[in-house]
C-alpha cells in the first residue's frame, strides 16, 4: 500500500465522525491554537487548507453511473444515475464507500441527473423530487461515516487489505449537472441550447435544486460539465445570489468539458468561462470534468492563466461516446495504468484536485491515489492559494 499522505497531525483533530470540514468548529479552532486564523479564514483559505491536508493534492471519486452499471444497474431511463435513488439507495452507498476505499477524499452525489423538473416528467411530485434531492446528499454522508468508522476501528496510518483508510477529512459534493444534462439528449456535450436561452431561465432552471441541495449539508456544491459561457455565468451569478438570499455557508466549484482540448465543447474560450467564475468569491476551485485524458494538461495550462483558483480535473477514460445508441465505444479510451501515467503531468501543469468521470472506476482512483501519494512530500505540489481579506470570504 502506498504511504498515507498526512500533510497534518492528527492529533489536533476531533474525531473523524465530529469533522466538518468547510465548517470548522470552535474546539477544532482552539485546539489548533489558531483562533484568528480560521475564524478569519474564508471559502478559498479553508479549500487552501483542506489541499494541505490531503498532502497537497486532493483525490476526487471516478465515474458514478458507469459504476453503478457495472454493478447491474439499468440506467437506461430519461433520470439515468438519478434512477438509482429511486431503486437502489443500497447500491449508491455502496458505491460511495468504493470509491473512499480506493483513496478518494472527496466523493460526489448522485444528484448529476436529478432535477425537480426531471422527478416531475416521470410522474413524480415537486416533493418527491426534493426528497430524492436530499437523499442523494444523505447517502453520501452515510457512506462517509461508514467510512469514518472504518478508520477509526484501524490501526493509525495504516490501512487493512486492498483499503485506503485515512486519518483526515472527506468532503461530500452535490453535484450538479448542467441544464444540458437534464435534457438527457446529450447537449452538455455541444453545449447549444437554442437561440431563445437566456440567463433568467437558467438560473429559474438551477436556484431551487441547488437551494434543496445546499440544505441537506453537503460540504461543497459542484457544478459539472458546465458545457458553455451562458451557464458558466449563470451558476457563478445564480450561486452566488442564492448564497446571499439564503445566508448558505458553502462554497462551490465549477467544471467545464471539452472536445478540442482548446474550447469549452460549445466553442466557447475555456479562459472565457473561467474568467466569468473568477470573480465570485463563492466559487473556490474551477476545472474541467467528462474530457478525455489527452486534453487535459493543454487546458489546466489554459485555465492556470486566468484564475488564482485551485484547479481541478476528472477526465473520462478518453473512450468514445456514440450518442446514437446511447454507448461507450469499447476500447477507444485509454487503461488505468496510462491514466495514472498523466497524473504528475496534469499536478505539474497546475491542478490541485484529480480524479475520473466517465468511465473511470475505483480502480482508477486507486491508481491516481497511488501516484498521489508518491509525490506528496513534494512541497511545489502544493497549492498555495492567496490570502483573502475576511470581507471577501
Ligand atoms: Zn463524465
Given at each position: 500500500m502506498p504511504a498515507l499522505p498526512l500533510a497534518v497531525s492528527t492529533s489536533l483533530l476531533p474525531p473523524l465522525h465530529l469533522q466538518n470540514p468547510l465548517h470548522f468548529r470552535p474546539d477544532l479552532i482552539s485546539l489548533c491554537g489558531a483562533v484568528r486564523f480560521f475564524n478569519n479564514m474564508g471559502h478559498a483559505d479553508m479549500m487552501s487548507d483542506f489541499l494541505r491536508q490531503c498532502g497537497g493534492v486532493a483525490v476526487i471519486d471516478g465515474g458514478f453511473a458507469t459504476e453503478l452499471e457495472r454493478h447491474g444497474a439499468d440506467l437506461n431511463d430519461p433520470l439515468w444515475s438519478a434512477k438509482c435513488l429511486l431503486t437502489s439507495p443500497d447500491l449508491i452507498r455502496r458505491v460511495h464507500l468504493d470509491y473512499l476505499e480506493a483513496g478518494a477524499d472527496i466523493i460526489l452525489t448522485a444528484s448529476y441527473q436529478a432535477t425537480i423538473q426531471g422527478f416531475k416528467n416521470q410522474g413524480y411530485s415537486v416533493e418527491q423530487g426534493e426528497n430524492m434531492l436530499r437523499k442523494s446528499v444523505e447517502l453520501a454522508r452515510e457512506a462517509r461515516d461508514i467510512y469514518y468508522t472504518r478508520c477509526q476501528e484501524a490501526p493509525i496510518k495504516d490501512s487493512t487489505g486492498d483499503k485506503i483508510l485515512k486519518q483526515h477529512q472527506i468532503l461530500v459534493a452535490a453535484s450538479v449537472g448542467s441544464y444540458g444534462a437534464h435534457l438527457a439528449d446529450g447537449s452538455e456535450y455541444s453545449g447549444d441550447y437554442g437561440d431563445a436561452m437566456n440567463l433568467e431561465f437558467l438560473k429559474d432552471f438551477h436556484r431551487k435544486r441547488v437551494k434543496v441541495l445546499a440544505d441537506a449539508g453537503p460540504d461543497l456544491i459542484a457544478f459539472e460539465t458546465v458545457p458553455n459561457r451562458l451557464e458558466a455565468q449563470v451558476d457563478s451569478d445564480a450561486f452566488a445570489m442564492l448564497l446571499e438570499e439564503e445566508n448558505i455557508n458553502i462554497p462551490a466549484w465549477l467544471s467545464f468539458n471539452s472536445k478540442d482540448g482548446i474550447n469549452v465543447v460549445s466553442g466557447d474560450s475555456i479562459t472565457e468561462c473561467v474568467a466569468a467564475a473568477e470573480?465570485?468569491?463563492?466559487?473556490?476551485a474551477v476545472g474541467i470534468n467528462c474530457t478525455p485524458p489527452r486534453f487535459i494538461r493543454d487546458l489546466v495550462l489554459s485555465i492556470k492563466k486566468v484564475t488564482s483558483k485551485p484547479i481541478l480535473i476528472y477526465p473520462n477514460s478518453g473512450e468514445s461516446y456514440d450518442a446514437d445508441i446511447k454507448q461507450w465505444v469499447q476500447h477507444t479510451g485509454v487503461s488505468d495504468k496510462d491514466f495514472a501515467s498523466y497524473v504528475n503531468k496534469w499536478c505539474e501543469a497546475g491542478a490541485s484536485l484529480v480524479g475520473g468521470c466517465c468511465r473511470t472506476t475505483p480502480h482508477t482512483i486507486r491508481s491516481i491515489y497511488g501516484t498521489l501519494s508518491c509525490k506528496s512530500a513534494d512541497p511545489s505540489l502544493v497549492f498555495e492559494a492567496p490570502r483573502l481579506q475576511p470581507s471577501e470570504g
Open positions: 470573480s465570485s468569491n463563492k466559487v473556490v
